[in-house]
């Protein structure tokens, strides 16, 4: 039995719960499925801050998911043949993207606006979004002028 414990305390920290319900939301909404291959990265839980792999260019996309005003955010259709394609538009008063190099440090450029595409199905997408942001990701407070 004890070394049972010892085992289970042994493990790392970094290993994630089965149950995360934020990076299975993170996850479902930037990839469309809640185990990818390359899972976004939470770099801080607290600030909500994700690493997003872009493959097709190398690099990473990090985003601010606190700074998004999710009260003027709009998803919106774009048709490809008989399909339909999602996007999150999403605005900020600060920078909510910024595009990093592959050492997942140095920032190229940022942006205050962001054209999220949105692979998985609508409704499951929505759920996720609905749980990001009302239970771990309140928008910002705005910053006084003074």
Known sequence: MLALLLWLASEPAGARDENDRFQNAVNYVFT?????????????????VVLVPDTKFKRYARY???????????????????????ELEVEGDDVVLEFVNLDKTTVAYGFKTAHIPLPGSFDQTEKALQIIFSEYCKADKPKPPF
């Open 64 to 86: 601010h998911l606190s700074r998004f005003k999710m009260d003027v955010s709009r998803i919106s259709k774009k048709y490809s043949g008989p399909q339909i394609l999602y």
């Open 32 to 48: 469309g499925t809640i185990e990818p291959k390359d899972e976004p990265e939470i770099v801080d839980r607290k600030s909500c």
